[in-house]
């Protein structure tokens, strides 16, 4: 498993890839839902979530390769999964957000709201949206993973980034 996450190196078949994917998309969702139980450490583990950028990275170089694609073809798929993102996270808050950021920003610039009651309606309204956010994100990394997989060629042979897959046990 270790191989599969961290290291950049060889070539992974579309069942790894997917593997590897679920794996962290599972992590990236319970660390998101920690939001729901508390606030303070959500903000931790939203930070820890960051981490998990490198093996996502891996796991695209090594599909890429198994396609004998560059890994930098990578930024791509990024752009791809920046795009729907922003796309998925615009219909969370304009569909579960209320318009309460909106409210409250501008309250806070209007001196109505003390920084103590600006941070407390800060803190409901992104619990308000955590689920519908972790679900949104789910679904642009699955989107991005299934497009990225059905355009990236397998390359049965032997190629630059190591030896070809025995295909044909997989039938």
Same mark, same amino acid.
């Given at each position: *498993?270790?191989?599969? !996450?961290? /290291? %950049?190196?060889?070539?992974?078949? /579309?069942?790894?890839?997917? =593997?590897?994917?679920?794996?962290?998309?599972?992590?990236?969702?319970?660390?998101?839902?920690?939001?729901?139980? /508390? %606030?303070?450490?959500?903000?931790?583990?939203?930070?820890?979530?960051? !981490? !998990?950028?490198?093996?996502?990275?891996?796991?695209?170089?090594? =599909? !890429?390769?198994?396609?004998?694609? /560059?890994?930098?073809?990578? #930024?791509?798929?990024?752009?791809?999964?920046?795009? #729907?993102?922003?796309?998925?996270?615009?219909?969370?808050?304009?569909?579960?957000? +209320?318009?309460?950021?909106?409210? *409250? *920003?501008?309250?806070?610039?209007?001196? +109505?709201?003390?920084?103590?009651?600006?941070?407390?309606?800060?803190?409901?309204?992104?619990?308000?949206?955590?689920? %519908?956010?972790?679900?949104?994100?789910?679904?642009?990394?699955?989107?991005?993973?299934?497009?990225?997989?059905?355009?990236?060629?397998?390359?049965?042979?032997?190629?630059?980034?190591?030896?070809?897959? +025995?295909?044909?046990?997989?039938?």
């Amino acid at each position: *498993m270790g191989n599969l !996450l961290f /290291s %950049p190196e060889g070539r992974i078949s /579309s069942a790894e890839f997917y =593997r590897g994917g679920f794996i962290l998309i599972l992590i990236m969702t319970a660390l998101s839902m920690v939001n729901l139980v /508390s %606030p303070e450490i959500g903000k931790v583990t939203g930070l820890l979530a960051y !981490l !998990l950028l490198y093996p996502w990275v891996v796991i695209w170089i090594k =599909r !890429l390769h198994e396609g004998g694609k /560059s890994g930098w073809m990578f #930024l791509v798929y990024l752009l791809l999964y920046l795009i #729907l993102g922003t796309i998925g996270i615009l219909i969370v808050m304009i569909y579960f957000g +209320d318009g309460n950021f909106m409210e *409250m *920003m501008m309250e806070s610039i209007e001196g +109505d709201l003390s920084e103590a009651e600006l941070e407390a309606q800060m803190q409901g309204w992104a619990q308000s949206i955590t689920l %519908p956010a972790a679900i949104s994100g789910i679904l642009t990394s699955l989107a991005t993973m299934f497009i990225g997989d059905k355009t990236i060629p397998i390359d049965e042979n032997d190629n630059q980034y190591g030896p070809g897959a +025995d295909y044909s046990t997989f039938d």
